[in-house]
């Protein structure tokens, strides 16, 4: 079939829920943290756990999809992707019940939507790279904002279910949010699917890790993913510290207008892009993201501090796809490896950065804003790492 009768919008929304799929895997069960804790005895060291394991599991997923995702295919890995997504959020329903101790369930069930939400952060924005779209930098920012609605509607879906019906009967909203990926199965198994050029001259990821210029992408995208999931995962602990908000309060004002925002710039990027440059707006994205941090460490004011979390939104918004738009401009025929490692290198940068905050902010007796002002050297290095990559780029033109 030609690809030009094939029906590319029935892939993009299939694509489009992926990512509502990852940012409910993300996102629900940190609402129920504390509900874990009433409902299944679990300790707060425990608690701890669900995160770290979640990302952990996420960046082995990564690790691995550099090897075997082209092997074994697109569709299947993708169509797995869903089906364990949803699996996992039905068994953090069942399973705390049937084993001996509810945290083994618990974690068995993360484990599970941690491997889904890995392969859909490997395997979604090639597929949709591999489609004949025009505008290839847009579309790639526009599908990157459905994560951020899709963590937008988690929060206030589940805060609105959660005051009418009541915290206790999270079971039900579980497995209402498990329908998304398990309805989204059947558009990837009729979607069209291509696949991405390859170097087939030889092995495309040892190629890749020789090349000076991916290992300065491989440093963007660590900063890209350290300096948007630092502030998703501190602000809600910011707002209700720094305003003396209630946890509600602070999930809406906090993560949830971040995710906004975000969402907003991707939305506006994928509107705009034909008419911005890519990397002077991802330099000045960096510039702001600086600022933004400042702001929420530095500022004496709490609502300077409120409107530093929210910008900061608007101003990593473009980082993560963007990185991912240089890396296909530069590196054409990187295939399927190229955007797992760089899904890996987000993945680390997004699980030391909260790290060192948490760390620094103990050190500093619980300041956040001591743990916040030293998670601004990622974006900081990011301006860097943009400045390097135009040197580069502007030095190959020079010598041509």
């Known amino acids: 079939?030609?690809?030009?009768?094939?029906?590319?919008?029935?892939?993009?929304?299939?694509?489009?829920?992926g990512f509502v799929t990852q940012s409910i895997t993300a996102n629900f069960a940190p609402l129920?943290?504390?509900?874990?804790?009433?409902?299944?005895?679990?300790?707060?060291?425990?608690?701890?756990?669900?995160?770290?394991?979640?990302?952990?599991?996420?960046?082995?997923i990564d690790l691995a999809a550099t090897k075997y995702a082209d092997v074994i295919g697109y569709r299947t890995c993708v169509v797995i992707s869903q089906v364990v997504s949803a699996l996992g959020l039905i068994l953090m329903v069942v399973l705390p019940e049937l084993l001996p101790v509810p945290f083994w369930g618990i974690l068995v069930a993360v484990v599970l939507y941690a491997v889904g939400s890995g392969l859909i952060e490997v395997l979604v924005s090639p597929i949709v790279e591999a489609c004949p779209f025009k505008n290839k930098d847009g579309v790639m920012s526009l599908l990157h904002?459905?994560?951020?609605?899709?963590?937008?509607?988690?929060?206030?879906?589940?805060?609105?279910?959660?005051?009418?019906?009541?915290?206790?009967?999270?079971?039900?909203?579980?497995?209402?949010?498990?329908?998304?990926?398990?309805?989204?199965?059947?558009?990837?198994?009729?979607?069209?699917?291509?696949?991405?050029?390859?170097?087939?001259?030889?092995?495309?990821?040892?190629?890749?890790?020789?090349?000076?210029?991916f290992w300065l992408l491989i440093l963007l995208m660590v900063c890209s993913g350290a300096s948007e999931v630092t502030m998703a995962q501190w602000?809600?602990?910011?707002?209700?510290?720094?305003?003396?908000?209630?946890?509600?309060?602070?999930?809406?004002?906090?993560?949830?207008?971040f995710a906004a925002f975000m969402g907003l710039?991707?939305?506006?990027?994928?509107?705009?892009?034909?008419?911005?440059?890519?990397?002077?707006?991802?330099?000045?994205?960096?510039?702001?993201?600086?600022?933004?941090?400042?702001?929420a460490s530095l500022s004496p004011l709490p609502v300077m501090g409120l409107a530093g979390c929210a910008l900061c939104g608007f101003a990593v918004g473009i980082m993560w796809p963007g990185t991912l738009s240089l890396a296909s401009q530069k590196c054409p025929l990187g295939g399927t490896a190229m955007f797992a490692f760089l899904a890996l290198a987000g993945d680390l940068g997004g699980t030391l950065s909260p790290t060192l905050?948490?760390?620094?902010?103990?050190?500093?007796?619980?300041?956040?804003?001591a743990g916040l002002f030293a998670a601004s050297a990622f974006p900081l290095m990011l301006i860097?790492?943009?400045?390097?990559?135009?040197?580069?780029?502007?030095?190959?033109?020079t010598t041509v």
């Open 1 to 17: 079939m030609p690809s030009q009768e094939k029906n590319y919008n029935h892939t993009l929304i299939a694509c489009y829920l």
């Open 32 to 60: 129920l943290f504390l509900t874990f804790r009433d409902f299944y005895k679990v300790s707060l060291e425990e608690i701890a756990l669900i995160p770290f394991t979640f990302y952990l599991a996420q960046i082995l």
């Open 145 to 213: 904002s459905f994560y951020c609605w899709g963590a937008v509607a988690v929060i206030l879906g589940s805060t609105a279910f959660f005051a009418v019906f009541g915290v206790e009967h999270w079971k039900w909203l579980a497995c209402f949010w498990a329908l998304i990926p398990f309805l989204n199965t059947f558009n990837f198994l009729t979607c069209p699917i291509e696949r991405l050029p390859m170097d087939m001259n030889g092995n495309s990821a040892l190629k890749l890790l020789r090349l000076p210029l």
């Open 235 to 257: 602000a809600s602990a910011f707002t209700e510290s720094a305003l003396g908000v209630s946890k509600t309060v602070g999930d809406l004002a906090g993560p949830c207008l």
């Open 265 to 295: 710039s991707r939305l506006l990027y994928g509107k705009m892009s034909a008419r911005l440059n890519l990397g002077k707006t991802m330099l000045y994205s960096g510039i702001l993201c600086s600022l933004c941090y400042f702001a």
């Open 357 to 369: 905050v948490g760390y620094v902010s103990d050190m500093a007796d619980g300041d956040l804003k």
């Open 384 to 397: 860097v790492s943009l400045l390097l990559i135009e040197r580069k780029r502007a030095a190959a033109r």
